[in-house]
């Protein structure tokens, strides 16, 4: 039978001594897998928060994208509008200066004596034509009276040829204000029906009923308009 004897001190420091180095050495590597298990969570942890950073840094960046594209288009807008406005402007004031011009024109028509009084003998026939009233009342100029009186006679005669049907045209001595381009006003059933044909008037007809033609003439026809008729 084998007897166990006892460790010396020697021995039992040595024994220690390879306790601690176990003891250590599992240390250690426990320490380095808790390090490593740790910086693994801390990468992904990492990972996971510049992700979310990323995604807000974009959604950041493409909502001042899109407001800087919204805000682009407004400005573009803007200055379209603006430049059509200017053009608009433009346009009209060109108009204006073109029937300006036309006012000032009529009023030198009355010094063609020739053709002014063919206008006036014009002017008060298509006036009988509209009323087609056995007795009708001229409106002129004083300057105009012999001319419209003539013009009357001419009238007169071609209404009742046209029509066969007399009719007695008679020249009212309220006359229009001198400063009037001209023409003359018929009137029938006692001035309740009235033909204003007086150039001014003439020329306020063309602003009103042919003014689109006057812009398509001048300006051409607009690049947004599809249909024409």
Known sequence: MTSVRPLNDDEVFNEMKKMVAFIKQEALEKAREIKVKADEEFNIEKAKIVRQESLNIEAVFERKIKQAEVQKRIAQSNHINKARLRILQQRQQGLDDLFEE????????????????????????????TLMEPEMAVTCREADV???????????????????????????????????????????????????????????????????????????HSPNRKFFN
């Open 102 to 129: 036309t006012n000032s024109r009529i009023h030198e028509i009355h010094k063609d004596e020739e053709k002014y009084a063919t206008l006036l003998e014009n002017l008060l026939l298509q006036g009988a034509y």
């Open 146 to 220: 012999d001319n419209v009186r003539f013009a009357a006679e001419a009238v007169s005669q071609k209404y009742e040829q046209t029509l066969g049907q007399p009719v007695t045209i008679t020249v009212n001595e309220d006359y229009l204000p001198a400063s009037s381009a001209g023409g003359v006003i018929v009137t029938g059933l006692n001035g309740k029906i009235v033909v204003d044909n007086t150039l001014e008037a003439r020329l306020n007809i063309v602003k009103e009923e042919m003014l689109p033609q006057v812009r398509v003439i001048l300006f051409g």
